[in-house]
Every structure is written in C-alpha cells, then in structure tokens.
C-alpha cells in the first residue's frame, strides 16, 4: 500500500488500445495517481506487474489470449499481489462474480465517469474498496442463480462488535466511515476487520460483504 504522499501507480490491462488510451487519459488529470505502464493481454500481466510493481490493476475482464480472471488469479498467487480492480463492460456479470472469488478487491463499469475511477483506484490503494450495496446485492444474486444451494455464511463466530463493523462494511463504507458510524478509532475498525476476515476466510473487502449479504446480516 503505498504511503500518503506516494504516487499511486496503475497498470491498465485491455485488449482495446482505445481503452487503454482513454483510461491513461482519465488519470493523467490527477496529481496522485499515475499509469506506469499499459498491456494488451492477461498473458502479459505478470510480467508486467514484476517489471513495474505497480500499486494497482486496472483488469479487463474478457481479452483474446488470457483473460482477466486467470491473470488475476495468477497475481493472487504471487506473495506480494498488487490490488486488482475488475473492469466490466457490464455492471455486474459472471465474470466479476469470479473475479471476486478469485481475489479481486474491487470492480469497476468502463462507462463510470472519470471521478468513479479516480475514487476506485484510492480507495483501493488505501485497502478500501469502492462499491455500492446495489452492486453487491446484484452479485449475491448471479452467484445464488449459479450456485443451486449456496453456502450460507456462520456468522456466530463473530463478537457483537465485529458484526456491527461487518454490517457496515457491506454498505460500502470505508474504514472511517465505519469508525465515525460507530464512533470507533480508524485502528479499531482495522482491528475488528482483520479478526472478520480470518474468522471468516474472506480475503478482502469485497468478500466479507458478501458474505454478510448471504448471511441474512444486511438485506
């Protein structure tokens, strides 16, 4: 994660070099995040991604040779992985349902304007994730179409505390959102979040809201 005054560095992998051109184009108007690099293929993600070390991937879901879920996860693999961003010509699709449960920390339409990418890409950077409850709902949905009896979440391992972070979490809050929701220290909701995700298994933001929506904890 990179440090407060650091630059943020993005790699964006698409297939379409008009994409790629256009999303360069929407960062170039900020001061804290920067493209290092461009690739047209999953295929070319990892090396990539050793040459540049990039904080965030900007990830195209669906590209000729490799796609966006095996490359992402082939950098899940990787002891260090860069955050992964999923990008979608749709809002929600199988794909970003996958891409999710293969380590995705976030998922992003092409056609948000150019501020939804700016915050995204923070947002992540900072281990947040930048998602709307309607677009998490839309994705319990694809998975429990997809999955004839889904697994449905314990969430009785958790402390009172941690569900109430948890509850909050998968609204889309960030972790000072949380603290201010629940009058808590940002070090305490990054406490409680990290006690959530092991006693859960989750991997990420994403995941653990997810999983309070199969839970029944949020509606």
């Known amino acids: 994660m990179p440090a407060a005054a650091e630059m943020i560095t993005v790699l964006v992998v698409d297939d379409d070099p008009f994409v790629r051109r256009g ?5 170039a108007a900020t001061d804290d995040i920067v493209v290092v690099a461009d690739v047209d293929d999953g295929d070319r993600v990892p090396h ?12 195209d879901l669906k590209m000729r040779r490799v796609g ?13 992985p860069p955050r992964v961003i999923a990008m979608t010509a749709m809002d929600v699709d199988d794909l970003v349902v996958q891409a999710v449960a293969a380590g995705a920390h976030s998922f992003l339409s092409k056609d948000e304007p150019p501020q939804t990418f700016h915050q995204s890409v923070r947002a992540v950077a900072a281990g947040n994730t930048l998602f709307s409850a309607d677009s ?30 948890l509850r909050v979490l998968a609204t889309g809050a960030s972790n000072a959102d949380i603290a201010g929701r629940l009058f808590l220290s940002e070090t305490t909701v990054k406490t409680h979040l990290s006690a959530v995700f092991t006693k ?5 933001r994403v995941e653990a809201a997810l999983a309070a929506f199969r839970a029944g904890l949020v509606a």
């Open 136 to 165: 998490l709902r839309r994705i319990v949905a694809h998975h429990h179409a997809a999955t004839p009896a889904p697994a449905v979440t314990d969430l009785t391992r958790l402390s009172e505390r941690e569900r109430d972070v």
């Open 200 to 204: 859960l298994g989750t991997r990420n």
């Open 23 to 27: 999303v360069t184009d929407i960062f």
């Open 68 to 80: 966006g879920l095996e490359a992402t996860r082939q950098l899940m693999s990787m002891p260090h």
């Open 48 to 59: 990539a991604v050793h040459r540049f070390s990039p904080h965030v991937v900007l990830m």
